[in-house]
T-cell receptor
């Protein structure tokens, strides 16, 4: 079954810097999801990547999907404190039309002033 | 629209007690899911439902039961709570078998003493 691995697990970065979070998954998948979770809050959908080569951008965040490499990236440009949160990637485990998701363990992002 | 709501928000149980968590959605979604979130482990799927009257097991179903008597509600039951079930529980829903992302409720923080 699908396994989803994120790295790094914890990322401390300064405001204004750029960085990338990586999401590797173990089996073929045609789509990949990114979510954001603020401390003590629920999960909010950020991006849905539906095909190889898909790229989506929202503000300072840009996500991409390479299905051949089984890799998705979440790139942060010129980080600001408001981006501090935990970011999860998730993918479908395969088989059946249930929209089930397998989540990575999350990347805790702390943006320091 | 309220989206996905969960009741209660917090609960403390003693070992062996039972309880039911309620999830309700007003988006007419067919699919609903129950997850638990534990530190360092991301979200893990407990049970899910692809429609009224249907339920299925996820990754970690042991110790939990579910029911979906009405399309808008998905109940998660703990018959005999154990300390290992201390966690934050999230409900989510989505409306088709396609590529739509899951929408999450605010979560229930459960402590079992």
């Amino acid at each position: 079954e699908l396994k989803v691995e994120q790295n790094p697990l914890f990322l401390s970065m300064q405001e204004g810097k750029n960085y990338t979070i990586y999401c590797n998954y173990s089996t073929t998948s045609d789509r990949l999801y990114w979510y954001r979770q603020d401390p003590g809050k629920s999960l909010e959908s950020l991006f849905v990547l539906l095909s190889n080569g898909a790229v989506k951008q929202e503000g300072r965040l840009m996500a991409s999907l390479d299905t051949k490499a089984r890799l998705s990236t979440l790139h942060i440009t010129a980080a600001v404190h408001d981006l501090s949160a935990t970011y999860f990637c998730a993918g479908p485990p395969g088989g059946g039309a249930t929209n089930k998701l397998i989540f990575g363990t999350g990347t805790l992002l702390a943006v320091q002033p | 629209n309220a989206g996905v709501t969960q009741t209660p928000k917090f609960r403390v149980l003693k070992t062996g007690q039972s309880m039911t968590l309620l999830c309700a959605q007003d988006m007419n979604h067919e699919y609903m899911y129950w997850y638990r979130q534990d530190p360092g482990m991301g979200l893990r799927l407990i049970h899910y439902s692809v429609g009224e009257g249907t339920t299925a097991k996820g990754e970690v179903p042991d110790g939990y039961n579910v029911s979906r008597l009405k399309k808008q509600n998905f109940l998660l039951g703990l018959e005999s709570a154990a300390p290992s079930q201390t966690s934050v529980y999230f409900c989510a829903s989505t409306h088709t078998a396609g590529y739509n992302e899951q929408f999450f409720g605010p979560g229930t923080r459960l402590t079992v003493l």
